[in-house]
């Protein structure tokens, strides 16, 4: 991997082999002993909300299938329509679709939708579902101009065609900026990205971020405080989590991670034995926890392995959605799809030990099920 691509893949919580969360083998009760301190009991102490995850519906997920969702090697719009609008109807019990988002947002939000366009146009959230996604907010009565697309980095919006001219009438933004000479410092001498965080806001661990002048950019900051953008902290109201369903090692980097590792800075230091307690530990302070609705788990093309870069031999169709508003539980099922497809490939002959571990702290953290068995699974297969 190119230097760019690898700093580009860390900053925003992206693993290669070396960096995977199980490649390691520490064992469990080793690892444990290395984690610094953090500050998650202040994140704790605050007062929940009414739309706190895991939302309205915890535990609660709907798988919805559909065999002709890729046409012509591409994503079809006018079926991840019909997919997102079974899912919704059912994952809410309404018979009206308008009813079923307005469960979730209204016309004074301002609504941020969290892609993931790390891997490029190969592998990011389809422009499919997150068309169908505006498609019916709109339809709901939500303006165009209540949206905003976000990431951490802008660039990679722009690469995987996310822009104004595709997108018209709604923001497009990320954290971390570069100008048009290529720069991410302003005329001051200051990473744009700087006014584009809340320090007010952060997920403090003891662990020093400490980076060179190449890596920085994609950090903004050093030291021990990862600090949240104003995207979600000032900008908007609530938040929709579009991933894509990928793996990280015998892992996964679907909502969880799309939020935590997409939202705060100084990311680098947060891999190791911090990598599952950052995914779920930074979902639990306010600006993650009180905002993000709905979770859209895009799985018309995925991957099984070499995630969560796009390397086309392991990038596959699951020719699926999964939607919830309980992130863990939305994660346990799309685990549940990755390991499949993992075992079928024969990358791995069974799960392996810790894959989950990020998902049980966010259990434990009040954050959702990520119990199998408290799960509610609504699966449905639309015919082509």
């Not at 009206?96 to 301002?110: C, F, N, S, T, Y």
């Not at 001051?188 to 403090?204: L, M, N, T």
Request: with cysteine.
């Amino acid at each position: 991997m190119q230097r760019r691509n690898f700093f580009r893949s860390i900053a925003l919580g992206g693993m290669t082999a070396a960096l995977s969360p199980i490649a390691k083998a520490v064992p469990l009760q080793d690892q444990e002993k290395q984690k610094p301190a953090t500050n998650i009991n202040e994140a704790t102490a605050i007062p929940r909300t009414a739309h706190s995850m895991p939302g309205k519906y915890p535990g609660k997920v709907v798988k919805t299938s559909h065999p002709g969702c890729i046409v012509d090697g591409q994503p079809s719009e006018t079926v991840a329509y019909e997919m997102l609008k079974t899912s919704m109807l059912n994952l809410t019990g309404q018979a009206d679709l308008r009813k079923a988002w307005l469960e979730m947002v209204g016309p004074q939000d301002i609504i941020g939708l969290k892609v993931n366009p790390i891997a490029g146009k190969l592998l990011s959230t389809s422009h499919a579902v997150t068309r169908s996604i505006i498609k019916q907010l709109e339809e709901a009565g939500i303006p165009r101009k209540n949206l905003i697309i976000w990431d951490r980095r802008e660039e990679d919006l722009k690469e995987s065609g996310f822009t104004e001219e595709n997108y018209p009438g709604i923001k497009i933004i990320g954290t971390e900026y570069q100008d048009a000479d290529g720069s991410y410092i302003d005329k001051d001498g200051k990473f744009y990205g700087e006014s584009r965080i809340d320090k007010s806001q952060s997920f403090f661990v003891d662990l020093e971020g400490e980076y060179d002048a190449y890596t920085m950019p994609y950090m903004i900051n050093g030291g021990k405080h990862s600090y949240f953008t104003k995207i979600c902290t000032e900008m908007v109201t609530k938040i929709i989590n579009v991933p894509v369903i990928k793996n990280a090692g015998s892992t996964i980097t679907v909502c969880m991670k799309n939020l935590a590792f997409g939202s705060i800075t100084n990311t680098a230091r947060l891999h190791g034995p911090m990598w599952h307690d950052t995914c779920a530990c930074a979902c639990a302070f306010p600006p993650l926890r009180d905002k993000v609705v709905l979770n859209i788990a895009d799985g018309l093309t995925g991957c099984f392995d070499g995630g969560p870069s796009a390397n086309p031999q392991f990038i596959c169709h699951y020719n699926t959605l999964v939607v919830g508003t309980d992130p863990v539980a939305t994660d346990r099922i799309c685990y549940d799809i990755v390991l499949a497809k993992r075992i079928e490939e024969g990358i791995q002959d069974g799960e392996k030990a810790g894959s989950r571990a990020f998902m049980e702290t966010a259990q434990e953290l009040k954050l959702g099920v990520a119990d199998k068995d408290k799960i509610e699974l609504k699966e449905i297969n639309l015919q082509a």
